[in-house]
């Protein structure tokens, strides 16, 4: 039997990809978002008034995605964009109704995939890949 691929940089990209195109086909269908736009969603609701630079910090991604990912989400009536009460060039980020109703739509199936992952990698293998993961999310070289 030949020995699982070690490498492990190519295995985290491709099982990335994999959950990504799942998660968004399945979230698209139940909530009308991508994953993306549920994290970002997420975000807004755990700390409702944090403005589009903390977004990306928390993302994790450069200011310019999510400005886009923010236009999007304001477009589509998920969130809406007012003026900082401090800051005049910073806006500040709030869930509306349709953006609340979204993430009730998506918790589901989030709750779904995190079962069945946990079903796939035993209990014990999903709380190690969960803290590997943390771990190498907040790893700084």
Known sequence: M??????LYFLLQRAAHQ??????????AVAGVTTAQ???????????????????????????AVTALV???????????????REHRAVV??????????LRAGQP???RLNAE???LLGDDGFVRTAGALHRLAHWET
């Open 93 to 102: 980020l709030e869930l509306t109704e349709d953006g609340a109703a979204a």
């Open 109 to 111: 199936e989030i709750d």
């Open 19 to 28: 959950l990504r195109t799942t998660v968004d086909r399945r979230c698209l």
């Open 117 to 119: 992952l946990r079903t």
């Open 2 to 7: 030949a020995e699982p691929d070690q490498r």
């Open 38 to 64: 549920l994290g970002a969603l997420f975000a807004v609701q755990d700390q409702p008034g944090l403005t589009q630079q903390e977004l990306a910090r928390i993302l994790g991604l450069r200011e310019s």
């Open 71 to 85: 236009g999007r989400l304001t477009a589509a009536g998920l969130l809406l964009k007012q003026a900082h009460p």
